[in-house]
């Protein structure tokens, strides 16, 4: 298969989920109604959203978990901003924080893999982007856009490598290649790109800058 031809079919991708994006922002407002909602608090909401997006693994390390959420609920003071909130991941002052920052912490969490981390950090700017309602925002100082310099991750998972696999049966498609095609070909076509539970929903740059 040719580059042109494969490209070719994740642009009839990209059209058809940007046609129907209504119906999927339609899907994530309900969940994160259902997890968010009942929370008042600031760490109320980071606390179920941590443990929502945790038990989206097949199999999740319950001994490896456990160490990353009991630092998380000795450390509640630090839950207040999105800033303090990163710096609490990384353990290290910071002079600014995004959203790929945030990813990037995540990653390097016990009990974090990169599908779970990229869904985290995909939520939380979906929840924080003004596209949603507002009594799912939980601190306000979390960015309302993407940079256009910032690298942001599709949380793939097994639905979507086998739709790539699909489209180009050729490449054994995973987490990094899925990604590493996304931002070396999508970006310079001005796509940026979120999902939620193997169903994607995309974002025309201009939505995300």
């Known amino acids: 298969?040719?580059?042109?031809?494969?490209?070719?079919?994740?642009?009839?991708?990209?059209?058809?989920?940007?046609?129907?994006?209504?119906?999927?922002?339609?899907?994530?407002?309900?969940?994160?109604?259902?997890?968010?909602?009942?929370?008042?608090?600031?760490?109320?909401?980071?606390?179920?959203?941590?443990?929502?997006?945790?038990?989206?693994?097949?199999?999740?390390?319950?001994?490896?978990?456990?160490?990353?959420?009991?630092?998380?609920?000795?450390?509640?003071?630090?839950?207040?901003?999105?800033?303090?909130?990163?710096?609490?991941?990384?353990?290290?002052?910071?002079?600014?924080s995004n959203y790929e920052s945030l990813y990037r912490a995540m990653i390097t969490q016990s009990g974090w893999g990169k599908k779970t981390s990229a869904l985290f950090t995909k939520t939380i700017y979906h929840i924080h982007s003004g596209k949603y309602d507002s009594t799912f925002k939980i601190w306000a100082d979390a960015p309302t856009r993407i940079d256009v310099n910032e690298k942001i991750y599709l949380p793939v998972d097994a639905v979507i490598e086998a739709i790539f696999h699909k489209l180009n049966p050729e490449i054994k498609w995973n987490f990094d290649k899925i990604n590493k095609y996304l931002q070396n070909h999508t970006l310079q076509n001005k796509w940026k790109f979120g999902t939620t539970y193997g169903f994607g929903v995309l974002y025309p740059k201009e939505d995300l800058v």
């Open 1 to 96: 298969m040719t580059d042109n031809t494969f490209r070719n079919s994740i642009n009839r991708l990209f059209n058809f989920l940007k046609e129907n994006r209504d119906h999927n922002h339609l899907v994530q407002s309900k969940s994160y109604n259902s997890f968010l909602i009942p929370f008042e608090s600031t760490e109320g909401k980071v606390y179920s959203l941590l443990h929502h997006i945790a038990n989206t693994q097949s199999q999740p390390n319950i001994n490896k978990l456990s160490d990353f959420f009991q630092r998380i609920y000795s450390e509640k003071s630090r839950l207040n901003t999105f800033h303090s909130f990163v710096e609490l991941i990384v353990d290290e002052e910071l002079e600014s």
